[in-house]
């Protein structure tokens, strides 16, 4: 059964703080993302990954930086956590599907609260 | 801009009858559809899916349909249950844009038992 996994289900961390959200995938997808979802909003796009080392940035990526050594491991760091950043995250990952189409499969989510 | 809008934020419905959710885009590249489903703190579930050249897709109770001159897609569950209460999130696709899923804000679904 196809799994990704997020290292948290809650956090609480104070403003200002350096806050390291992991993510692991075991289905060998190359892409990778991280989103947050907000009430009314929807899911909106904060960086992607395309291969290991290889990003680029969504929608909203201010105050927000990724990581990617390993291609099942896909990190997203608030460089230094604010209120407006409370929200829950969501890791997901893609086989890139060159010849078809492909659903994207989702961690269980972080709710982070920012104090 | 929102490139994927779902504008109804809630939708009620007596448990047996059809829930209906529409959602609009507006950028003529995408080429692949999808619902997924969000219950609670828990990650969305991919629901069903449909590809820019066809106009229906139907899994079970599930079933999308796609109209391309419109930019309109719509979900219809038949008949809807009581454990189909949740969010569900309309998104799309561009093969040239690196594979990413943009997403609507989502309908809320309640269906009443």
């Known amino acids: 059964d196809v799994k990704v996994t997020q290292s948290s289900r809650y956090l609480v961390k104070r403003t200002g703080e350096k806050v390291f959200l992991e993510c692991v995938q075991d289905?060998?997808?190359?892409?990778m993302f991280w989103y947050r979802q907000d009430p009314g909003l929807g899911l909106r796009l904060i960086y992607f990954?395309?291969?290991?080392?290889?990003?680029e940035k969504g929608d909203i990526p201010e105050g927000y930086s990724v990581s990617r050594e390993k291609k099942e491991r896909f990190s997203l760091i608030l460089e230094s956590a604010s209120t407006n950043q409370t929200s829950m995250y969501l890791c997901?990952?893609?086989?890139?599907?060159?010849?078809?189409?492909?659903?994207?499969?989702f961690g269980q989510g972080t709710r982070l609260t920012v104090v | 801009d929102q490139q994927v809008k779902q504008n109804s934020p809630s939708l009620s419905v007596q448990e047996g009858r059809i829930s209906i959710l529409n959602c609009d885009y507006t950028?003529?590249?995408?080429?692949?559809f999808l619902w997924y489903k969000k219950y609670p703190a828990e990650g969305p579930t991919f629901l069903i899916s449909?590809?820019?050249?066809?106009d229906k897709n139907e899994d079970g109770r599930f079933t999308v349909f796609l109209n391309k001159s419109a930019k309109h897609l719509s979900l219809h569950i038949v008949p809807s249950q009581p454990g189909d209460s949740a969010v569900y999130f309309c998104?799309?696709?561009?093969?040239?844009?690196?594979?990413?899923?943009?997403f609507g804000g989502g309908t809320r679904v309640l269906v009443k038992p």
């Open positions: 997901a990952s893609r086989d890139p599907g060159y010849l078809i189409n492909t659903e994207a499969f």
């Open positions: 289905m060998d997808h190359e892409n």
């Open positions: 990954s395309y291969d290991v080392k290889m990003k």
């Open positions: 950028n003529s590249m995408f080429d692949y």
């Open positions: 449909i590809s820019s050249i066809k």
């Open positions: 998104a799309a696709s561009e093969a040239a844009a690196g594979n990413k899923l943009t």
